[in-house]
């Protein structure tokens, strides 16, 4: 099995050993047969991770598009001006291909906030963000594809490129947020009226997330060829 090609500031998701998520972190250093990462972000993380205990890391290659899952021992915690643990790299891990290119045709309604250039979007919580909701242009809007990567979606205004976005798509399914930027626009007359096919990259999406988001993309996949 070859080695996993570990990069510094890559981002990891730590997971208990039941698949309990913990929070993310990124990875700041390399050993000889350790990793250093950043103490995980996220509300569970607090009290969860005990010494020499267990964990299960998602390791996420951006330049590869895939995914690494494996098991680690956790050598030690580190206690710096940024909190450290330092686990065991694996002898063993499996291998999952990524799959952002599958997209389907669906039509879903979007309450859309444009979030202002001077705030970091990738570091503020949900939470916060709802909090902040009142002060933040609101659009409603529709989309006309969706993929683990981005969504397509018709806007009545023109965004520029790299505008930040938190959206929420309003259906059961999706109970949770996502945060993005525009990555394209088209301008398309139709009926006499200007609007404006936005395409939106996806951004900070945790495993689970997009897991989430495949799967529903395949349930409309089979509903669209059962229809045919």
Known sequence: MMEIDFKINAKVEVLSIDNQKIGNGKIQDLGTDSIFISYP????????????????????????????????????RIHDRIPLLEIKKPTQYELIQRRESVRVNVILDLLIYIIPQEIDLLSIREKDIEMLMKYYKKIKAYSFDLSAGGI???LKERQIEGTQLFFYIQNNYFKEGFKGKVARVIENKRFGKRLYKTGIQLLDLDYKTEEQLIHFIF???RENLRSR
Do not use: C, R, T, W
């Open 152 to 154: 397509g979606v018709v």
């Open 219 to 221: 349930e409309k996949m």
């Open 41 to 76: 972000s996220g509300e569970q993380s607090v009290g969860m991770i005990g010494s020499h205990e267990i964990l299960k890391i998602l390791y996420i290659d951006d330049e590869s598009h895939k995914v690494y899952s494996f098991q680690a021992e956790i050598i030690n």
